[in-house]
């Protein structure tokens, strides 16, 4: 059988069918399969790889900066041009951290934890006050039991009393809520958690 016979069984497929065809017909012709192949066959729709240049990365190098898991020798400076040498290559000792940290999650915080947890978020919008005033109320009652206190100096500022708590308590979650997850969240800590907890409908 022809390499054009084979090429054109390989791409015959569809989707699934498709990917293992095309997986198949590189590896009948030793071919080695890129990284970049590899994460591309599984990539969520709410992912993208990041390509040398993309203007996600000046965000993104913040987030590595903070992290405590970065890749061994690799500073932020030098983030960029590893994913863009790694995902050439066919290193598969390398596909754990490239998919970590060469792919980034395009949603919101809002839209992580809506589609990730059962927790329903407060509106931003609209006339929400009497829900913003008992989620203060809720916080107000429970920070420090919770041990989830948040910790943000502008928002212990302006939290002063119910009134200007509970603006307070609006602003610091869409803040935060409205930021990519490639965005860095900043340095508050349990940052997720007590976003989940205080700007909820349903705290528990």
């Known amino acids: ?21 095309y997986y198949s017909y590189q590896a009948l012709f030793n071919k080695p399969i890129t990284l ?29 900066k903070s992290s405590e898991n970065k890749i061994s020798g690799i500073d932020a400076n030098g983030l960029e041009r590893w994913c863009e040498t ?42 929400s006050s009497d829900a913003w005033g008992k989620a203060w109320d809720f916080y107000d009652e429970n920070k420090t039991q919770l041990s989830l ?8 500022t ?15 979650c869409s803040g935060l809520l409205n930021k990519r997850m490639y965005e860095s969240l900043g340095s508050e800590v349990k940052v997720r958690d007590k976003v989940e907890k205080w700007c909820s409908s349903n705290p528990s």
């Open 36 to 64: 970049l192949s590899r994460i591309q066959s599984s990539l969520e729709k709410h992912k993208k790889i990041l390509s040398s240049g993309d203007t996600e990365w000046s965000s993104w190098i913040e987030v590595y």
């Open 149 to 156: 206190a948040i910790a943000d100096s502008t928002f212990t």
């Open 158 to 172: 302006e939290a002063t009393d119910k009134s200007k708590g509970t603006e307070a308590l609006k602003k610091w």
């Open 1 to 21: 059988m022809t390499k054009a016979s084979l090429a054109t069984i390989a791409a015959s497929g569809t989707g699934a069918a498709g990917v293992g065809g």
């Open 86 to 127: 790694t995902l050439k290559s066919s290193d598969g000792t390398k596909l754990d951290s490239a998919s970590t940290w060469c792919v980034i999650n395009t949603r919101t915080l809002s839209e992580e934890i809506s589609a990730t947890s059962k927790v329903t978020l407060l509106p931003l919008e609209g006339d």
